[in-house]
């Protein structure tokens, strides 16, 4: 029986806290797929492509053909001249073709960002022992999961080699029609046929990645899972902890507020002070003994009741004296006391008056 029970409180059977994934994200352990990032690879390719294309490739053409063309300008430039021009023609090819590759390392990082695939940790570049120990190396890389890594990839090789059988057998009907194009059109030719492969194997990863990212989240998501006694000494600790405490705090205060505000839209009356404070009472007779203060606020909270209260047209009531004895004595979900009766009878007396001129006023 003893045995069974600890069984029981060492199943991971609770979704990780929030503490626990703050803690896992700060130590870079965070969900990551591979797939994600061969997916943005890809497309960093294929926005190369036409960045080559239409925007780079022309000038990259005529910088390069100018440099080979006119090879014995920058000769006498570099050896004669200081070679100002050399370095000139020079520095933009490598721009130019610097470019595309600046492209392809912001669409990856983005994506890794966007999938929140990144967290730096000087943990994870921490050098482990266990990391380096070759036994526990060769378990990994040839027990259970070297396996099925090895299968997924072998998958994906034999996949990746039936698109690119496919393209060749496409590509050499296409090639024999490709000997009557004019010299100009070459460039399209070539231009259709990497376009044509790298969209393949773009749809190809996206699928892989639409397969793979949910997984791994999930995946990630039952290795952070926590046991019985992981949740009850991590409240345990959190108890103690002051800032937790502090964020509990402002995040009760905040809900309660919310619900205060709420409570304003469907109150009897607002008495005020009339611009310090404000208090909003809820009178049913019933079901009630005495008004109950649904709500209560001074400076900036005062004004927002005001604010709600005249949104929803709830009855605002002055009278000072009696606003600030009831925000000082009543709490919120409280009945008034019996020295505010009088005070709040002439409140609802009021409201009773407003509707039925209302009321007249209709008929």
């Known amino acids: 029986m003893a045995d069974s029970g600890e069984e029981d409180s060492g199943e991971k059977e609770f979704e990780a806290s929030e503490q626990k994934q703050r803690q896992a994200r700060?130590?870079?352990?965070?969900?990551?797929?591979?797939?994600?990032?061969?997916?943005?690879?890809?497309?960093?390719?294929?926005?190369?492509?036409?960045?080559?294309?239409?925007?780079?490739?022309?000038?990259?053409?005529?910088?390069?053909?100018?440099?080979?063309?006119?090879?014995?300008?920058?000769?006498?430039?570099?050896?004669?001249?200081?070679?100002?021009?050399?370095?000139?023609?020079?520095?933009?090819?490598?721009?130019?073709?610097?470019?595309?590759?600046?492209?392809?390392?912001?669409?990856?990082?983005?994506?890794?960002?966007?999938?929140?695939?990144?967290?730096?940790?000087?943990?994870?570049?921490?050098?482990e022992m266990k990391k380096l120990n070759p036994v526990e190396n060769i378990k990994k890389k040839y027990g259970p999961q070297g396996l099925i890594d090895f299968l997924r990839d072998a998958a994906k090789m034999i996949v990746a080699g039936v698109i690119a059988g496919i393209f060749l057998l496409n590509f050499a009907q296409d090639y024999y029609g490709a000997?009557?194009?004019?010299?100009?059109?070459?460039?399209?030719?070539?231009?259709?046929?990497?376009?044509?492969?790298?969209?393949?194997?773009?749809v190809f990863q996206?699928?892989?990645?639409?397969?793979?990212?949910?997984?791994?989240?999930?995946?990630?998501?039952?290795?952070?899972?926590?046991?019985?006694?992981?949740?009850?000494?991590?409240?345990?600790?959190?108890?103690?902890?002051?800032?937790?405490?502090?964020?509990?705090?402002?995040k009760g205060a905040k809900i309660s507020r919310g619900q205060m505000m709420k409570n304003v839209e469907t109150s009897t009356v607002i008495m005020v002070n009339p611009e310090h404070y404000a208090v909003a009472l809820k009178w049913d007779p019933e079901t009630q003994k005495a008004p109950v203060v649904v709500a209560k606020g001074v400076d900036h909270l005062a004004a927002k009741i005001r604010e709600i209260a005249i949104a929803h047209q709830v009855p605002i009531y002055r009278d000072p004296p009696s606003t600030r004895a009831i925000y000082a004595t009543v709490e919120i979900d409280e009945e008034i006391h019996p020295e505010h009766f009088a005070a709040v009878a002439a409140a609802i007396q009021y409201v009773d008056r407003i509707r039925g001129a209302m009321s007249g006023r209709d008929g």
Request: glycine fraction near 8%.
């Open 206 to 250: 996206f699928i892989l990645a639409a397969i793979d990212f949910p997984i791994q989240k999930r995946l990630h998501a039952n290795r952070l899972k926590m046991t019985r006694e992981e949740m009850k000494k991590e409240l345990k600790q959190s108890e103690g902890d002051p800032l937790l405490k502090q964020q509990r705090r402002e």
């Open 26 to 127: 700060e130590e870079g352990n965070i969900a990551q797929s591979k797939e994600m990032t061969g997916l943005a690879v890809v497309i960093g390719i294929l926005v190369i492509t036409f960045v080559f294309k239409f925007v780079a490739g022309g000038a990259l053409a005529k910088d390069l053909f100018g440099f080979f063309h006119h090879a014995d300008a920058y000769s006498t430039d570099v050896f004669k001249q200081g070679g100002d021009m050399t370095l000139g023609t020079l520095v933009a090819i490598v721009l130019t073709i610097m470019s595309p590759l600046l492209i392809l390392v912001a669409i990856v990082l983005g994506v890794i960002v966007a999938t929140q695939a990144f967290a730096f940790s000087a943990k994870k570049i921490k050098p």
């Open 179 to 202: 000997s009557a194009l004019q010299t100009d059109q070459i460039g399209n030719f070539a231009f259709e046929q990497v376009l044509k492969l790298i969209i393949a194997f773009a």
